[in-house]
């Protein structure tokens, strides 16, 4: 992958996050800090030349690699993605997200939108499921791998440390886990709440294929996605910053995990993220 | 008149009676400003444990503070809550454990998060526990009633609160549980309602009422454990007919139980209609959407219940 292909990949970005804001701001409830904060993780996996191996025509087989959003609250990136990148979900369809009958939950939820992995919401349990897609694939010499997103307050759930004792056990080399480390949850930041810090050590010790990147930047995360080992599962510690793309939000990053701009801030959002767009941001 | 979500009357009602009761501790998993646990920590912050999103280490945690002569009250949503059963189960129930449960966001009443956060099935599971007092109030002075009985009862308490508003039912006093309070008299046939929807049977009930061929009476159902039994004969012989409306599923929960009773003790067969959420999940959608789409708004149970009375 060549530096082109980043500049491609940050040209589409806005875009994404703009439909993020709008699907938000229309429903007037949802989760925007942590949607923004991991768009380039999620985008660098699905983007066309992107990490993954997967395509719309290949939903139900097991012929591909696969992405579990373990922190499910964040969805509205995972959605604004899967229409950039040619899933069977219209902009307008997008417009619909935690309405009533739409496929667009407010978490993740596979039985309604089949390019949904696992349904998610209860923090903890999607990291689990990755493992067990890890562990199956494995076992049947599946040559494809998978990846799961965790929150950095998710984190703190005693299944994650089961899964970070388990996996290793299991020797899951196909497995990559990647932590959105945006240093805020709902009631402070991590530090306040319950802190997780450092989490290279603690992931090391565990014996993960340990790397910490900066998580907004296409070339380190490409890096970091495709550097595995052949037997140990590979942890990926994403610094990110939480409301990332509009200055009010990530000025304040607990402030914005869980409530929708209004009228006038999503104006200003909107506008920000097409300044950053012209300026190459 | 506004209405006051029994969260918020639970947040309120702890920081006030903290200074009463010197022995309560509250503890939250991250959500303390949903839970409305944060008036509490605001108020006396010593006495305030942020756990983090470690709902099953709380649920211990707050056990050994129980052992060691605490009055810890617990909170998360329903759903995280009792998610963890196996914790609740064998630290709390088994052991007899002083621990309070506060389970928010119930039903499909708090919108459009979705089914993964809606406590759907919390009663249904709770009550299987014998030591477990189960509550729901119906409004914020019930809530507020029954927050300061549970400091005062020994053993656990698990209480269901709304994340929306509630209307003020005059619930004015609670007194044991087991008593369901009388809404509106009526003959031969009883609504039992609870939590968010009782307000909303009641409005169907008086519109009943008026065409003078039904007279629906209306209780508040806000105990599921323990079962006063004089109180469930009271009933059995003043009516013949019972619909149960719940926001939660109907598998087990408030419908569950008055069926079972009437089933088992009734001395001439009863009709117990359960009216809930029926073998589905919940989805998102805003509040308003949802109480239409389950049927819960007044004309929707007016509608239903003539259908299926007369
Ligand atoms: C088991 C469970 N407990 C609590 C919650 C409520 N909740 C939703 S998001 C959140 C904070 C998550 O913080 P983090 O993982 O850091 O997410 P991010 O910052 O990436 O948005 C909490 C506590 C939940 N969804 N699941
Ligand atoms: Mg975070």
Same mark, same amino acid.
């Given at each position: 992958m060549n530096q082109s292909v980043f500049n491609r990949w940050a040209s589409e970005t806005p875009k994404i996050r703009a439909n993020i804001i709008k699907m938000i701001h229309q429903c007037a409830s949802g989760h925007p800090g942590g949607s923004l904060s991991s768009v380039e993780i999620i985008y660098a996996l699905f983007a066309k030349d992107g990490v993954m191996k997967h395509s719309p025509s290949k939903v139900n087989t097991f012929d591909r690699d696969r992405f579990i959003l373990s922190k499910g609250h964040g969805v509205p990136a995972l959605y604004a993605i899967l229409h950039a990148v040619g899933y069977d979900i219209t902009e307008s369809e997008l417009m619909t997200l935690r309405h009533l009958g739409s496929r667009l939950q407010g978490h993740p939820d596979r039985v309604r939108l089949p390019y949904i992995e696992a349904s998610t919401g209860s923090l903890g349990q999607g990291a689990s499921i990755a493992q067990g897609i890890a562990m199956s694939y494995k076992l049947d010499?599946?040559?494809?791998?998978? @990846?799961?997103? %965790?929150?950095?307050?998710?984190?703190?759930?005693?299944?994650?440390? +089961?899964?970070?004792?388990? !996996?290793?056990?299991?020797?899951?080399?196909? /497995?990559?886990?990647?932590?959105? @480390?945006?240093?805020?949850? %709902?009631?402070?930041?991590?530090?306040?709440?319950?802190?997780?810090?450092?989490?290279?050590?603690?992931?090391?010790? /565990?014996?993960?294929? &340990?790397?910490?990147?900066?998580?907004?930047?296409?070339?380190? %995360?490409?890096?970091?996605? &495709?550097? &595995?080992?052949?037997?140990?599962? &590979?942890?990926? %510690? !994403?610094?990110?910053?939480?409301?990332?793309?509009?200055? /009010?939000?990530?000025?304040?990053?607990?402030?914005?995990?869980?409530? !929708?701009?209004?009228? +006038?801030?999503?104006k200003q959002a909107l506008q920000e993220i097409q300044q950053n767009q012209a300026i190459g941001l | 008149m506004g209405k006051t979500a029994s969260r918020k009357a639970f947040g309120e009602a702890l920081s006030e009676l903290g200074d009463k009761y010197k022995n309560v501790v509250c503890l939250d998993a991250d959500l303390s400003k949903s839970t409305m646990s944060i008036l509490f920590k605001n108020k006396f912050p010593d006495r305030f444990f942020e756990m983090g999103i470690q709902e099953a280490n709380m649920i211990g945690a707050a056990t050994g503070m129980s052992f060691s002569g605490k009055i810890p009250f617990i909170c998360s949503f329903a759903a995280f809550l009792t998610g963890r059963f196996d914790q609740i189960r064998i630290s709390i129930a088994y052991?007899?454990?002083?621990?309070?449960?506060?389970?928010?966001?119930?039903?499909?009443?708090?919108?459009?998060?979705?089914?993964?956060?809606?406590?759907?099935?919390?009663?249904?599971?709770?009550?299987?526990?014998?030591?477990m007092v189960v509550l729901q109030p119906a409004d914020a002075k019930e809530t507020k009633e029954m927050v300061e009985w549970s400091i005062n009862h020994v053993g656990p308490v698990y209480l269901r609160l709304t994340r929306q508003g509630l209307k003020d039912m005059n619930m004015d006093k609670f007194e044991r549980p087991g008593i369901f309070p009388e809404v509106k008299k009526g003959q031969k046939v009883a609504f039992m309602a609870c939590g968010g929807v009782l307000e909303y049977a009641l409005e169907a009930a008086h519109n009943i009422a008026k065409e003078g061929k039904i007279d629906p009476a209306v209780f508040n159902a806000n105990c599921l454990n323990p079962i006063d039994n004089a109180f469930m004969s009271m009933l059995a012989n003043n009516f013949d007919e019972f619909i149960v409306f719940e926001d939660h599923t109907i598998n087990g929960g408030t419908g569950g139980m008055i069926a079972e009773w009437m089933s088992e003790n009734a001395n001439r067969p009863k009709r117990v209609r359960r009216y809930g959420i029926r073998n589905i999940f919940g989805e998102s959608g805003t509040p308003e959407d949802l109480y239409k789409f389950h049927g819960f708004t007044a004309p929707d149970i007016e509608k239903f219940a003539k259908k299926y009375l007369l």
């Open positions: 010499k599946n040559p494809h791998r998978v @990846y799961a997103l %965790i929150g950095d307050g998710e984190m703190q759930e005693g299944q994650i440390w +089961e899964v970070a004792s388990s !996996a290793v056990h299991h020797k899951l080399g196909n /497995f990559t886990l990647i932590l959105d @480390y945006n240093k805020a949850q %709902i009631d402070g930041t991590v530090k306040e709440v319950l802190n997780m810090d450092p989490p290279e050590k603690r992931w090391e010790a /565990f014996g993960w294929n &340990t790397l910490v990147i900066n998580g907004h930047k296409y070339e380190e %995360i490409v890096q970091a996605l &495709t550097t &595995t080992h052949p037997e140990k599962p &590979t942890m990926i %510690i !994403a610094h990110t910053i939480k409301g990332k793309g509009v200055s /009010f939000m990530e000025s304040n990053i607990v402030g914005w995990h869980g409530s !929708a701009p209004n009228d +006038e801030q999503c | 052991a007899n454990a002083n621990v309070k449960l506060i389970g928010t966001h119930c039903g499909v009443g708090i919108g459009e998060d979705g089914y993964s956060q809606m406590g759907l099935e919390d009663l249904s599971i709770m009550r299987t526990l014998p030591n």
